[in-house]
């Protein structure tokens, strides 16, 4: 399996990621939005980690242009905000 996590925060982001290798996963990492749509993009992800408020490239905007290309990937969306 192969994941992408698209997180700013590097403990966060380090914390992910380890935790899916010990699982088995093969593990690619961005730190921006415009970083993560390009791997997204050009590699096949069972499964992408997007972290909602990233620079460059805000995450609701990653998934939007994931999607509007036909990406059907697994997306699960973190975020640190504490109000809608």
Not at 55 to 66: A, I, Q
């Amino acid at each position: 399996m192969r994941a992408l996590v698209i997180e700013d925060y590097s403990p966060v982001r380090n914390s992910v990621r380890d935790g899916l290798a010990e699982h088995g996963y093969a593990v690619d990492v961005a730190s921006n939005g415009e970083d993560g749509l390009w791997l997204a993009e050009q590699n096949p992800y069972d499964v992408v980690i997007l972290d909602i408020m990233l620079p460059k490239l805000d995450g609701l905007e990653v998934l939007r242009r994931l999607r509007s290309k036909g990406s059907k990937v697994a997306v699960l969306l973190l975020t640190a905000r504490d109000t809608v």
